[in-house]
């Protein structure tokens, strides 16, 4: 127990790195084993659920949503990997970008969201 409230001790203490590129992400989940894969699929689910609560806060704010899911959100977020794998072959510009801001941009562009007209 001392030791890893010593470890956690020095991760909170030391400088925040930098967050993985797209294409360091995908690289890593290359080589991943099978746990390795799964702990980085929970890390993209992880990524879009925040910004589903940031979506939620938006909203019950009166601010408008960071993206408007569809019907095909559900589906196109069970296997995050395919969503950032699609995007990186889209685009090979979003390789050099940091894995989450490029994820936000994705979904953001699949799902915008359309202005009312009341």
Not at 6 to 27: D, H, K, Y
Not at 55 to 67: G, I
Request: charged share 25%; glycine share 6%.
């Amino acid at each position: 127990m001392r030791s890893f409230v010593f470890l956690l001790g020095l991760l909170i203490a030391s400088p925040a790195q930098a967050e993985t590129t797209v294409r360091g992400f995908l690289a890593e989940y290359n080589k991943a084993t099978d746990d390795g894969k799964h702990l980085l699929d929970s890390f993209l689910s992880g990524l879009i659920a925040a910004y589903g609560w940031s979506n939620a806060s938006l909203e019950a704010e009166d601010l408008a949503p960071l993206f408007c899911p569809n019907a095909r959100f559900g589906r196109e977020i069970e296997e995050p990997i395919k969503l950032v794998r699609r995007m990186a072959s889209g685009d090979v510009n979003t390789l050099d970008v940091p894995v989450g801001a490029a994820l936000l941009a994705n979904l953001k562009r699949r799902f915008p969201c359309r202005e009312s007209k009341d």
